[in-house]
């Protein structure tokens, strides 16, 4: 559970990034930006794996780049459930989940390649 909210901490300074550099992705509050890395987090976990399974030959197909695709309509979807999050199309989406994911390589970068464990065992 604490690797999962370390994660979804990442993913809201991504988020917030993204908010900042990216046009066409706003939150209204500060409550909206947490639910969202939150539920971001969980349609991670839950929704994208089956995305990817069933999308493996186009994927396949364009090298890996349609997993950018998938990235962005799994931010679209939690925008679409998430009163306050509000994305205005696939491309704002597909350069946001690539602002947060370079957020938490730099992130990961900056902590060290064990850095989320060493926080898990140290509690």
Request: cysteine-free; aromatic content about 12%.
């Amino acid at each position: 559970m604490t690797g999962f909210l370390i994660r979804a901490v990442v993913v809201g300074i991504g988020l917030w990034v993204a908010s900042r550099i990216v046009s066409g992705i706003s939150f209204a509050t500060t409550e909206t930006l947490i639910w969202a890395a939150l539920f971001l987090g969980l349609v991670n976990a839950t929704v994208r794996p089956v995305l990817v399974f069933l999308t493996f030959p186009i994927t396949l197909l364009t090298l890996g780049l349609f997993l950018l695709i998938i990235n962005g309509l799994m931010i679209q979807l939690v925008a679409h459930f998430l009163p306050g999050f509000h994305v205005e199309g696939l491309w704002p989406a597909i350069l946001t989940s690539v602002v947060v994911s370079l957020t938490s390589w730099v992130i990961s970068w900056l902590v060290g390649p064990s850095g989320y464990e060493v926080y898990v065992v140290r509690r």
